[in-house]
């Protein structure tokens, strides 16, 4: 018993040395936007995917009584491949897959504190599905002039496990035709399914004539960032102290983020005690 006790105390020391290690490398590193992962907005599913209204709204009125400037993707990277300033306290909020709860929850919440919001949009799902958006919500969000709306690609098929490089170009290529043809313009971003890049598929994605292309991995997008594996911080429902953790997510991301890679990291090893040390909200 004395053993397992020293054990533990061993592991749990190294866990806060490991800590505090990151802790004060986040701190020295300074800069970054916060690029916000949603999916879901509602009061009826119960899941982690899953925000509800009154927890989102309460998410973008912080971010408006704050002083967060919402910006899109292309003011994004042209901040970070050329510089171009931004203004104070930058923030880009995302949504994927175009649930249709997007255009009755959250499009009525982000035009009441005039806020942008970006889409990405599962292609061959659009009007198909009753829990998807339709093409005439989607056209009326993107004149809204709030709302970007961009690819998700064709059937929300993970990009890394593609059966073969036609099918992977398939995906990026005929999404983006999609949404060009029916809203007449640009398609410039895109988020992987399921966060699903490898070395393949950033370079398919960026011969698909793609700007740049967002992941699922918890972090900030730096200047000089991969333009086609960019970090987001991924916010989630149905968890206690909800805005608690919003907040800490948003504020805290040079810490919490560097910490949750560190985890997942210690889970995939097999040191799961060790990483149910580690606390990320």
């Given at each position: ?43 009826r599913d119960h899941n982690s995917l899953t925000v ?10 912080y971010l408006k009584d704050n002083g967060y400037h ?106 983006r035709k999609a949404l060009e043809w029916r809203l ?98």
């Amino acid at each position: 018993m004395w053993l397992s006790l020293k054990k533990r105390l061993f592991a749990a020391f190294i866990a806060i040395i490991l800590i505090c290690i990151v802790a004060i490398w986040a701190c020295l590193d300074t800069g970054g936007v916060p690029v916000l992962n949603y999916h879901q907005i509602n009061d009826r599913d119960h899941n982690s995917l899953t925000v509800s209204t009154t927890e989102f709204d309460q998410q973008m009125k912080y971010l408006k009584d704050n002083g967060y400037h919402t910006i899109t993707p292309a003011e994004l990277m042209d901040w970070a491949q050329n510089g171009t300033p931004l203004p104070d306290k930058p923030v880009v909020i995302t949504l994927d897959d175009g649930y249709i709860d997007n255009y009755e929850e959250a499009y009525p919440i982000l035009k009441k504190y005039n806020l942008k919001a970006t889409i990405f949009v599962i292609t061959d799902f659009v009007g198909v599905y009753p829990n998807y958006l339709t093409w005439d919500t989607i056209s009326e969000m993107h004149q809204s002039g709030l709302i970007d709306i961009e690819s998700h690609t064709l059937s929300h098929e993970e990009l890394n496990k593609a059966p073969s490089t036609e099918e992977l170009d398939k995906q990026l290529k005929e999404s983006r035709k999609a949404l060009e043809w029916r809203l007449n313009k640009t398609v410039d971003f895109i988020a992987y399914p399921c966060g699903s890049d490898s070395p393949e598929v950033l370079e398919r994605t960026k011969l698909a004539g793609y700007r740049g292309a967002f992941t699922v991995d918890y972090g900030l997008v730096q200047q000089d960032e991969r333009a086609y594996a960019m970090d987001r911080v991924p916010i989630f429902g149905c968890m206690p102290n909800e805005m608690r953790r919003f907040k800490a997510r948003l504020r805290l991301t040079r810490i919490f983020a560097p910490l949750s890679k560190l985890q997942r990291n210690l889970y995939d090893s097999g040191h799961d005690k060790l990483a149910n040390l580690i606390p990320v909200p």
